[in-house]
C-alpha cells in the first residue's frame, strides 16, 4: 500500500520527542513522503510548547527540500464538552488540526464522557483528524464517533505508533476501522513518529487496513491531493 503523507509526526519541541523538523523532513524524504505534516502536542502536554510556537509555524516555509510542510498541532481535548488547549486564533492559522485523548491531560471518564468528549470536539468546524481513537485508555462507543465523523467530515486517524505504546489497542483500532469502511468515513494513518527514524513508517496501520479492505478511495495517505483538496474545501491551504 502506497503511502506519501504523514499527518502525525512530533519534534523535540512536544517536550518528549527527540528530532528537529529538518532531521523529520530528511527522514520522510528518505522514507518516500511527499507531504509531511508537523503535529507537536499542545501547551497542556507536560513539556509542551506555548501557543506561541503554533502561532509563529508560518515561519516554516511551504516546501523543504521538495517535501510540502503541513503546518499543524495535536491538540489536547481538555474536558468533556470537547474543548481543547488551542486559542480559535491560533486554530484559525494552521493548516491541519488534530486532536487527541491523552491521560496526561485529562482523566479518563466513563464511556459516555469519553465518547461525548470526541463528539463535541467534532463540532469545532477547525477540527480535521481524531487522533488515537483506538486508545484502549478511553473507551468510546465508536460507532457513534465514526457517525458524528461522517457527519461532520472529519477524518479518523489508525495510529501507528500505538500497537507499541498503547497495549490492546489493535482489536480497538481493527473495529474502527471496520466501522470507517461500513459507513464510508476517511480513514488517515499517522506515525505518531516522536524520532526521525520512524517518519512515514507506517507499517501496523497498513496491516489494519489491508486486513479490512479499506477501499484505496477512503485512504488519505496514497495520493498528496487527497489531504490537500480535503483542507482546501475547508478554506485552508490558501497559498497552494
Known amino acids: 500500500m502506497k503511502s506519501v503523507i504523514d499527518t502525525h509526526t512530533h519534534t523535540y519541541v512536544s517536550g518528549h520527542a527527540y528530532s528537529t523538523l529538518m532531521e523529520n523532513i530528511e527522514?520522510?524524504?528518505k522514507n518516500g513522503l511527499e507531504v509531511l505534516a508537523v503535529t507537536d502536542h499542545g501547551p497542556k502536554m507536560p513539556?509542551?510548547?506555548?501557543?506561541?510556537?503554533?502561532?509563529?509555524?508560518?515561519a516554516v516555509p511551504r516546501v523543504v527540500e521538495g517535501l510540502i510542510i503541513l503546518?499543524?498541532?495535536?491538540?489536547?481535548i481538555i474536558d468533556f464538552q470537547g474543548n481543547i488547549d488551542i486559542s480559535e486564533e491560533i486554530q484559525n492559522r494552521l493548516d491541519l488540526l488534530l486532536v487527541s485523548l491523552h491521560d496526561v491531560c485529562i482523566r479518563p471518564g466513563t464511556r459516555e464522557d469519553n465518547t461525548m468528549a470526541l463528539l463535541r470536539a467534532m463540532d469545532n468546524e477547525n477540527v480535521d483528524i481524531i487522533g488515537h481513537a483506538g486508545n484502549p485508555a478511553f473507551d468510546i462507543d465508536q460507532e457513534k464517533v465514526?457517525?458524528?465523523?461522517?457527519e461532520k467530515n472529519k477524518i479518523i486517524e489508525?495510529?501507528?505508533?500505538?500497537f507499541r505504546s498503547?497495549?490492546?489497542c489493535e482489536e480497538n483500532c481493527l473495529r474502527l476501522a471496520l466501522l470507517c469502511k461500513e459507513y464510508g468515513v476517511k480513514v488517515v494513518m499517522g506515525s505518531d513518529s516522536h524520532f526521525c527514524t520512524k517518519i512515514g513508517i507506517l507499517d501496523n496501520s497498513k496491516e489494519i487496513l489491508k486486513a479490512v479492505k479499506m477501499p484505496e478511495e477512503l485512504i488519505m495517505n496514497t495520493n498528496r491531493h487527497k489531504i490537500i483538496d480535503y483542507l482546501k474545501l475547508k478554506g485552508k491551504l490558501k497559498d497552494m
Open 166 to 168: 498503547r497495549p490492546g
Open 27 to 29: 527522514y520522510g524524504k
Open 71 to 76: 503546518r499543524g498541532c495535536e491538540a489536547n
Open 158 to 162: 489508525i495510529n501507528n505508533s500505538s
Open 146 to 150: 465514526v457517525l458524528k465523523a461522517k
Open 47 to 58: 513539556g509542551g510548547p506555548h501557543q506561541f510556537y503554533f502561532n509563529s509555524l508560518r
